[in-house]
């Protein structure tokens, strides 16, 4: 039998009555330890009703785990829940944290056990684990519930995949539920969608947020040495014990409130525009998507038009880009090419000779910029990006945070991938076409010295020897 004295339970018969907690018989006592719907916060009980997903965001120490293992444990308890399922970031943490939780909120008279990395309790019902660790676990599961922990810990190249598998394994029965808990540290894709969804539908998706002070059952001298290891204010200190989510990742070249202080809900008339593309080289599931970005300049001003990347065949991403271009009024293309070398081009020749229009392709060592709009020709700058992302994205967000780069309405996909992106990282597409985009229409490479000299201005509406017309 468990010591009662250090059990919430004790906390709460002292603070409502002394004397009571001396008055129960032993038995009474152990009953009073386990009736979690007594001594769990209002923020810890999870509400009974037709949820999705109920998310725990909060500071370390608030209880979010502790929440999770009581919900699961009553609805094994009351026949509730006949195929739960339990995810961590790796087996030791499911070990350390959800199957000890469930172990521990169990009582002695329906004790469950740890049984084979889950949990087996005296009715029959195991939990089966998974960890993010191993993606494709999940799938063929079969799950009336589902408990996730600590997403953020969670491997971040497979995080989405364990996600998703996980989340579609949860459909068993008329309400299969999945309750999720983290801290936050840094920018977390899962986390962002999870998000989302709460924004679009509350009642759905809900989110109880909470921070490391709301827990009055923390000793204080644990709480005073936990404080000590962090700058009040910092951003640490606002993750780890506030449980705040913010918006950009430590590092992030780009800052979200930046971006929405020189967001306008419109674009004024636009003096030249262009498609930016970062291409692809295969459209498999786990590759990189095509980034395509539209940008537009108006008083020296860049402004981010449209956002049409996606995991694009050849033909789908010429089409979108040459539509751009004929339909739209964009001047011309800033593509990479990098990896595909002169096969962008040609996808481009292709989609635009079917409507009628010819191709210039602009090389890379040719410093013209893109010319204005010329009916019945699409200019093509192949860029061959010999310098590191961070020297090429830093000029950029150095512009935007000026004022001088504006995103035209919401983009939340791409925002997403400023925000998270850190120099030394795989930039995504989205990312890379934007500053492409904006690098070319606010001709960026004028600023940039070679061996130490500045650049040399060229006439910006004549187009170099190096180019060729594809017809």
């Excluded at 660790?133 to 989405?160: C, K, M, Q, T, Y």
Aim: charged content about 25%; overall charge neutral.
């Amino acid at each position: 039998m468990r010591d009662t004295i250090d059990l919430p339970a004790a906390w709460l018969a002292l603070r409502t009555d002394p004397t009571l907690f001396d008055s129960l018989t032993p038995i009474e006592s152990v009953a009073l330890a386990y009736a979690h719907d007594l001594w769990l916060r209002p923020s810890q009980q999870i509400p009974d009703s037709a949820w999705r997903y109920y998310g725990f965001i909060a500071g370390r120490g608030f209880g979010k785990s502790l929440a999770a293992a009581c919900e699961l444990h009553r609805r094994v308890a009351t026949g509730a829940c006949v195929d739960p399922a339990i995810m961590g970031p790796t087996e030791t943490r499911v070990a350390d944290i959800q199957v000890r939780f469930l172990v521990e909120v169990s009582p002695p008279w329906f004790r469950a056990e740890s049984y084979l990395g889950g949990v087996l309790w005296p009715n029959g019902v195991r939990a089966i684990p998974y960890t993010a660790e191993e993606p494709d676990g999940p799938r063929g599961g079969n799950h009336d519930f589902v408990w996730l922990n600590e997403i953020v810990s969670w491997d971040r190249a497979r995080a989405r995949a364990a996600f998703d598998n996980i989340t579609t394994a949860c459909r068993r029965g008329q309400n299969p539920q999945v309750i999720w808990d983290t801290t936050s540290r840094g920018h977390n894709e899962v986390i962002s969608h999870l998000l989302d969804q709460h924004e679009r539908d509350p009642s759905r998706f809900p989110i109880q947020r909470g921070t490391m002070f709301d827990n009055p059952c923390l000793d204080p001298g644990y709480v005073r040495d936990e404080l000590a290891k962090y700058v009040i204010g910092s951003r640490k200190y606002r993750e780890e014990v506030l449980g705040e989510v913010l918006p950009e990742a430590a590092g992030a070249l780009w800052q979200q409130a930046w971006i929405d202080r020189t967001r306008v809900p419109h674009a004024p008339a636009l003096a030249h525009s262009i498609v930016a593309v970062d291409p692809a080289l295969s459209t498999a599931p786990e590759a990189d998507e095509t980034g395509i970005v539209v940008v537009g300049r108006a008083e020296r001003k860049a402004y981010v038009m449209s956002d049409l990347s996606g995991r694009h065949a050849p033909e789908i991403w010429g089409d979108l880009v040459v539509s751009q271009c004929i339909d739209h009024g964009a001047a011309g293309v800033a593509v990479e090419r990098n990896h595909a070398c002169e096969f962008p081009s040609y996808v481009l020749r292709s989609r635009a000779s079917g409507r009628g229009w010819g191709v210039v392709v602009i090389a890379p060592s040719d410093r013209t910029p893109i010319p204005s709009r010329q009916h019945g020709t699409i200019y093509v700058r192949e860029i061959q990006a010999t310098r590191s992302k961070a020297s090429r994205a830093s000029p950029v967000a150095s512009e935007h945070e000026a004022g001088r780069v504006h995103v035209v309405g919401q983009h939340a996909a791409l925002e997403r991938e400023l925000t998270a992106w850190t120099p030394g990282s795989k930039s995504p597409g989205r990312l890379d076409a934007m500053v492409h985009g904006v690098t070319e229409i606010l001709e960026l490479w004028r600023d940039r010295s070679v061996s130490g000299r500045a650049c040399v201005a060229l006439p910006s509406l004549r187009i170099g020897r190096s180019a060729r017309r594809i017809a």
